[in-house]
Antibody, heavy 118, light 111 residues
Framework: QITLKESGPTLVKPTQTLTLTCTFS??????????VGWIRQPPGKALEWLAL???????RYSPSLKSRLTITKDTSKNQVVLTMTNMDPVDTATYYC??????????WGQGTLVTVSS | NFMLTQPHSVSESPGKTVTISCTRS????????VQWYQQRPGSSPTTVIY?????PSGVPDRFSGSIDSSSNSASLTISGLKTEDEADYYC??????????FGGGTKLTVL
């Protein structure tokens, strides 16, 4: 059974850097074809894909946020870390990580709500 | 890049059939698989259709997916509507640079 869980701060101030960790079980990020993605959802709004890292360390970023995002993995710890710089109130959202195989996301973590406010 | 456009909301009565569309703005809808996710209030999204028309195990066969190249769109059809189907539904695909795109979501109300 694959499970993922997001962790990180619930509140960050504007201009700060957000660091989120996705801890997963039930699969290995060293298995060919496997990836872990990050997706966010502002309150009451749609899903937005942010970043994805593959088993071979190939990294993909949303073009609109690429300059602010960094995704890394620690295979031994079964973790994927997403950092987002220069946080703004419009970045307030629930952030999800999800297992990715064959370019679709399943399953998803429970999500973590991050509020950006001074 | 491309966009996926969905109707903001649809509503139908229990027992009826509803179809939610997802139109691709550029490039062929058939060039990359389309997935559909269901998101109930307060919950994470779950997959109801993957690879255009495949159902994950555990998803009832009341859910079906299709693509139509003539309208460059994908569709999610739910038959025999139940109140438990009331949720937001998102389509998702990707482009040739392997970048993921989600539709704006459709709120399904089962009256």
């Amino acid at each position: 059974q694959i499970t993922l869980k997001e962790s990180g701060p619930t509140l960050v101030k504007p201009t700060q850097t957000l660091t989120l960790t996705c801890t997963f079980s039930g699969f290995s990020l060293s298995t060919s074809g496997v990836g872990v993605g990050w997706i966010r959802q502002p309150p009451g709004k749609a899903l937005e894909w942010l970043a994805l890292i593959y088993w071979d360390d190939d990294k993909r970023y949303s073009p609109s946020l690429k300059s602010r995002l960094t995704i890394t993995k620690d295979t031994s710890k079964n973790q994927v870390v997403l950092t987002m710089t220069n946080m703004d109130p419009v970045d307030t959202a629930t952030y999800y990580c999800a297992h990715c195989a064959k370019n679709w996301f399943d399953p998803w973590g429970q999500g973590t709500l991050v509020t950006v406010s001074s | 890049n491309f966009m996926l456009t969905q109707p903001h909301s649809v509503s139908e009565s229990p027992g009826k059939t509803v179809t939610i569309s997802c139109t691709r703005s550029s490039g062929s809808i058939a060039s990359n698989y389309v997935q559909w996710y269901q998101q109930r209030p307060g919950s994470s999204p779950t997959t109801v259709i993957y690879e255009d028309n495949q159902r994950p195990s555990g998803v009832p066969d009341r859910f079906s997916g299709s693509i139509d190249s003539s309208s460059n769109s994908a569709s999610l059809t739910i038959s025999g509507l139940k109140t438990e189907d009331e949720a937001d539904y998102y389509c998702q695909s990707y482009d040739s640079s392997i970048l993921w795109v989600f539709g704006g979501g459709t709120k399904l109300t089962v009256l």
